[in-house]
T-cell receptor, first 109, second 115 residues
Framework: GIQVEQSPPDLILQEGANSTLRCNFS?????LQWFHQNPWGQLINLFY???GTKQNGRLSATTVATERYSLLYISSSQTTDSGVYFC???????????FGSGTRLLVRP | NAGVTQTPKFQVLKTGQSMTLQCAQD?????MSWYRQDPGMGLRLIHY???????DQGEVPNGYNVSRSTTEDFPLRLLSAAPSQTSVYFC??????????????FGPGTRLLVL
């Protein structure tokens, strides 16, 4: 099956810093989504981005489908950005949405 | 809209017991799925459904059954609970699998402890 790798596994930032999270996948996909899991466990969809670039406030994401990776940018980080960030992908020939193992982010005040 | 709801929030079972985790959505979504999340790990797909009456296996289906008799409900049954099934279970739904309609919405999760 498709492999989804996220890096780095852990990240500690000072409030106000910027960061880039990466998601690599092993096969062509027609669905890629980024999620944030807050410290209380709730999963929130951030972006649906199978290709191209999107921005939402301090967050932006870019997917280069031909090179099989996606990047999530967090600018001017806040303590509320802490949690785990997951990417998830679905191949053309499958109904299954497969998750990476996540990047755990801690933003310190 | 209530979105995706899950019950119960917490459950303790003894080995060998069976139970059903409930999931419901009121958004008329076609696609529904169940995931489990173990400590420090990502989400693994258990079962999914692309519409009422249609279900299929995900990555880790053993020990679980599902059915989809209505668009709104997608219960997950544990047939004979084992300690290895201790986990947090998430239900998710999306409008469809068509482009730009695949945004997944998650329920709050059910924490299950099997003793």
């Amino acid at each position: 099956g498709i492999q989804v790798e996220q890096s780095p596994p852990d990240l500690i930032l000072q409030e106000g810093a910027n960061s880039t999270l990466r998601c690599n996948f092993s096969d062509s996909v027609n669905n890629l989504q980024w999620f944030h899991q807050n410290p209380w466990g709730q999963l929130i969809n951030l972006f649906y981005i199978p290709s191209g670039t999107k921005q939402n406030g301090r967050l932006s994401a870019t997917t280069v489908a031909t090179e099989r990776y996606s990047l999530l940018y967090i600018s001017s980080s806040q303590t509320t950005d802490s949690g785990v960030y997951f990417c998830a992908v679905r191949m053309d020939s499958s109904y299954k949405l497969i998750f990476g193992s996540g990047t755990r982010l801690l933003v310190r005040p | 809209n209530a979105g995706v709801t899950q019950t119960p929030k917490f459950q303790v079972l003894k080995t060998g017991q069976s139970m059903t985790l409930q999931c419901a959505q009121d958004m008329n979504h076609e696609y529904m799925s169940w995931y489990r999340q173990d400590p420090g790990m990502g989400l693994r797909l258990i079962h999914y459904s692309v519409g009422a009456g249609i279900t299929d296996q995900g990555e880790v289906p053993n020990g679980y059954n599902v059915s989809r008799s209505t668009t709104e409900d997608f219960p997950l049954r544990l047939l004979s609970a084992a300690p290895s099934q201790t986990s947090v279970y998430f239900c998710a739904s999306s409008y469809s699998l068509a482009a730009n309609q695949e945004t997944q919405y998650f329920g709050p999760g059910t924490r299950l402890l099997v003793l």
